[in-house]
């Protein structure tokens, strides 16, 4: 609300994201899951399971190859 408030583009960094308490639909229950979406990345990780996803979207669109498991530590610690 102020005047020198910064751009959407300063500010909107990462989108939170989550599932929890999920219902059954279709194929069958969804895992619950929280992460966060930024304009490049996702990152999920599963509660129950302790399961932790990466996608580098810009070039996995589809989501079907996750690099949690040889992603560098410095970008773990940030999400």
Known sequence: L???????DAWRRAVPLERLGSRGKGDGPSPDFFGLRHRRWKYVVYPQSGDE?????E????ELQSLHAN???ACLEIV
């Open 53 to 57: 996803e990466i996608y580098d979207t």
């Open 71 to 73: 992603a560098d530590p």
């Open 59 to 62: 070039r996995d669109p589809f």
């Open 2 to 8: 102020r005047r020198d408030r910064p751009s959407p």
